[in-house]
């Protein structure tokens, strides 16, 4: 995270002054303008880029089809991302104010309304100082906190802003999971797969459930590198609050020891950088065997990996289906065929032994040749099939499930 000079700033305001011009000459139309209200030396680092993006995200909904350009300014003095309205002045300003008082995040965001006549529209009610609440303007003419309290303060700010957002697409990425139908021999909407004893309502129950687990992954990556026993503890303690929802029934277990490792390294990475998976793998390298597992019973058995060799490589298989999923715009159904087609499933291995495997991945690879027009048909007689053998690819399920959680935070690593 490096550090800028006052210099750099006053060019780069200057940039931004040029670029609303231009934009005001071209459109004839107000500008909703976002920057990033940091205090200090450091404008860019993962949290601050990621609480922008999720700005974006949240303007461009609200905002809807009355958008007529957007530009997107990287710079090392801070992103900017300007949007050219078909609205008025006041009805932008109207948004731009909700966005930075709903929520504690929004005292961070900088948003200006840019008129025809190249002013800003004045505000009307004093910002809150982000230390202590009071008017900013009277704390910052007074100096009541010196930058060191208020960096601290900011970071504090957006780091619970990531947790929360993080735990909020972790729940979301089960809940693709969950609907993405059909699935052969799983819980979705279709039906409830080879499982009698879940529905897909206990799925959504298990999910939100897990949610302050989640966030707590994120915040223990976040606060030091060596977290491995406090999120093992976490996710154990996951596990119990999933078993109260679900009358016991193991409907997460996989995605708890998945999720916790990717979440804890996205919170590590946006701290302080690195490379996610290596990260993710790092963790997983140091946490300690689980015992007495359907998992440590079939590798055993059948010498096969399953969830902790896909962590130790930092999660190839899921990196491959978000890939095939951004391709096909955000749908899994062809990325989960694949990962049927190569994942050594340790619930099918369980379930089916080695002939349940290979029929499975067989019966995938017929499918994923055949072509996009047949896959719904031909994955609803898979699951037909599937049901009947008792035969569940869970290894799959959770795998994608990571591949929406992957592809939802894609900004951070990429």
């Known amino acids: 995270m ?6 750099q700033v006053l060019d780069a305001r200057e940039r931004r002054v040029e670029r609303q011009r231009r934009l005001l000459v071209s459109h004839n139309k107000p500008l909703l303008v976002l920057n990033m209200n ?23 909904k609200a905002l809807g089809d009355r958008v007529v350009e957007r530009e997107l300014t990287d710079e090392l003095t801070g992103l900017e991302y300007v949007w050219v309205c078909d ?24 948003l200006d309304v840019i008129g025809l006549d190249g002013m800003k529209y004045s505000r009307g009610t004093p910002r809150e100082c982000i230390v202590c609440g009071g008017p900013v303007g009277v704390c910052s003419r007074s100096r009541a906190h010196g930058l060191p309290t208020i960096v601290e303060a900011t970071n504090q ?18 809940i693709s999971e969950v609907d993405l139908t059909p699935k052969p021999g799983l819980v979705d909407r279709r039906n409830s797969g080879a499982h009698s004893d879940m529905d897909i309502e206990m799925f959504y129950r298990s999910a ?28 154990l303690d996951a596990e119990q609050t999933m078993f109260a929802v679900t009358g016991g029934v193991n409907t997460h277990k996989g995605a708890v020891y998945a999720f916790g490792l990717v979440l804890a390294a996205l919170g ?20 300690i065997p689980p015992q007495n597992t359907h998992g440590t019973e079939v590798k055993a058995k059948y ?34 065929l694949h990962l049927m087609s190569v994942v050594e499933d340790t619930n099918l291995l369980y379930r089916g032994g080695r002939e349940g495997l290979e029929y499975v991945r067989s019966r995938a690879r017929e499918i994923l040749a055949q072509g996009k027009a047949d896959y719904l048909q031909e994955l609803k007689k898979l699951d037909d099939e599937c049901i009947q053998r008792n035969l569940s690819p869970g290894g799959s399920a959770d795998i994608i499930a990571l591949a929406y959680l992957l592809d939802s935070t894609r900004k951070i690593w990429k």
């Open 157 to 174: 700010r957006l780091l619970d802003f990531a947790a929360e957002r993080l735990a909020e697409k972790g729940v979301r990425a089960l």
């Open 208 to 235: 939100r459930c897990l949610r302050g687990y989640f966030e707590r992954a994120v915040r223990l990556g976040a606060e030091k590198d060596d977290c491995m026993k406090a999120l093992q503890q976490a996710g």
């Open 303 to 336: 010498t096969a990996g399953g969830a902790r060799a896909e962590a130790f490589a930092g999660f190839p298989h899921a990196r491959e289906a978000q890939k095939i999923m951004r391709e096909d715009g955000g749908d899994g159904t062809r990325a989960f």
């Open 87 to 110: 609205m008025s002045g006041e009805e932008l300003k109207d948004i731009a104010v909700y966005e930075e008082t709903a929520r504690p995040i929004g005292r961070l965001y900088d």
């Open 38 to 60: 940091i205090a200090g030396p450091v404008k860019r680092g993962g949290l601050i880029d990621f609480a922008f993006f999720e700005g974006v995200r949240a303007l461009d």
């Open 2 to 7: 490096r550090e800028i000079t006052l210099q």
């Open 268 to 287: 590590a990475v946006m701290v302080r950088e690195g490379d996610l998976f290596e990260r993710a793998a790092e963790l997983a390298k140091q946490g």
